[in-house]
C-alpha cells in the first residue's frame, strides 16, 4: 500500500473479505455442478462403449431428443468430457487462488470468524 492511499475502514475491510467468501462459495457451487455434469458424460461413456457402433443412441441437442448411432454419438460425448476435465482442472485452479487471496487477506487485517472468537472465548 502506498502512502497515498487512504486506509481502509473497518467495514471496507469486512466488505472487500465477505465479497471474497461469496466468490468463492459462487466457484464452489458453478465446480459441483460441472463435476456433476462432467461424471454424467463419464457414465454415458462408460455404458455406450461396449455397444455395437450401429446401434441407436439418442441424445438430448437444446432440449430435442435426436436419434444417432453409437458411433456417431460415443467421440462427443469423449470429447465433451474431456472438454470439462479442463474447465474442472481451471476452476480448482482459480478457487485455490481465490481462497489464498481471501486467506491472505484475513491474515493481514487479522479478521477472526465467530466461530474462531467462540472457540478462543472456551480455551
Known sequence: MSS???PLSQREILGTYQQMQREIQGMIQQLTKIEMERN????VEETLEP???DRRAFRLVGGVLVERTVR?????VKEH???LDGLVKTLKENLDKKQKDAAAWKAKYNIKTQEEV???SRQ
Request: net charge negative; proline share 10%; no cysteine.
Open 72 to 76: 456417431e454419438v460415443l467421440p462427443t
Open 118 to 120: 467462540d472457540a478462543a
Open 51 to 53: 455397444l455395437d457402433p
Open 81 to 83: 468430457k474431456v472438454n
Open 40 to 43: 454424467e458424460h463419464a457414465l
Open 4 to 6: 497515498t492511499e487512504a
